[in-house]
């Protein structure tokens, strides 16, 4: 049963100019659900994933984990998390609900993750990885899905607006990278801004970004960086809830926030567009 994928574009500012896509409507309700769904799809048609035999294992900060719980679930699958110790109690419980165990790391220590379950991968083929912070396909779903959504919205129902710039945030950096490259492969004209933790990756609060290396980002495609604190990104995720009725997460409340301070710097002609990457029950 696929039911991730065409969430919906929401305006987020009185005058329309900022649109991010909900996410929250994808199957455990967060934009990793399309990761996981596009890379394990294609290792079932593959065989790489045998329902019933096939242990589903990775490192991730929560979300990933999620999604790929299910997708274990569904398969009849077991499914292992490797995760930093400091994620939200509720990414986890989230996880064990579906069946999931989990094994925890160090404080944003996601390095350890992915060495603790490169060895596993290493110790028995049994085992099967989405390697979503090296996985090409990672980056590959968001250019023929997630970025083909956002565009054909644009041209089917909300002409005559124009695609200004795209603000995210990166963790693996595969969806900032995929919708990069379906941007120039269209030759939009659109500017690429990356969110990120004003703090460093030792001290930030934001799960889900900035999780101790780019992995898959490339930097030097970004138009522009904007910083943003975890407080103020608490606060104004918390905000969005109660002007919306809208429960959204952390890295929502960042982008919210960068693409506010992207049009009051830049005054853009067209609109900006940014990604409400999760629910908000999670932080709870």
């Given amino acids: 049963m696929n039911i991730t994928g065409n969430t919906p574009m929401i305006a987020i500012d009185d005058d329309c100019r900022i649109w991010a896509k909900l996410e929250t409507h994808n199957r455990t309700g967060s934009v990793k659900d399309r990761m996981i769904e596009y890379i394990c799809d294609l290792a079932v048609a593959n065989g790489d994933i045998i329902p019933g035999k096939t242990i589903l294992i990775e490192a991730t900060s929560g979300n990933t ?3 790929m719980a299910s997708y274990a679930a569904s398969m009849n699958c077991p499914c292992r998390i490797i995760m930093p110790g400091n994620m939200s109690q509720q990414r986890k419980d989230m996880m064990l609900a579906l069946g999931a165990t989990i094994l925890e790391t160090g404080y944003n220590d996601f390095k350890e993750a992915i060495n603790i379950r490169d060895a596993s991968l290493k110790h028995s083929d049994l085992y099967f ?6 996985n090409p396909l990672n980056v590959e779903c968001h250019f023929k899905e997630t970025g ?3 565009y054909g919205k644009l041209i089917t129902e909300m002409r005559p607006l124009k695609w200004s710039a795209f603000v995210h945030g990166a963790g693996t950096g595969g969806t900032m990278m995929g919708i990069k490259k379906y941007i120039d492969h269209m030759s939009l004209d659109v500017n690429c801004v990356l969110t990120q933790p004003a703090e460093d990756n030792a001290n930030h609060g934001i799960q889900g970004i900035n999780d101790g290396a780019d992995f898959l980002l ?3 495609l970004m138009d522009e960086t904007i910083s943003i604190k975890t ?3 608490i606060k104004r995720m918390k905000k969005f809830w109660k002007e919306t009725g809208i429960l959204v997460g952390i890295s929502s409340g960042a982008n919210i926030l960068a693409a506010e301070k992207y049009v ?3 005054d853009p002609e067209g609109i900006v567009i940014t990604i409400l990457c999760d629910r908000g029950e999670r932080y709870l």
């Fill in 65 to 67: 984990g999620i999604a």
């Fill in 129 to 134: 990885s989405p390697l979503q912070f090296s």
């Fill in 148 to 150: 083909p959504e956002i």
């Fill in 218 to 220: 490339d930097r030097s």
């Fill in 231 to 233: 407080e103020d990104a």
């Fill in 264 to 266: 009051k710097k830049h």
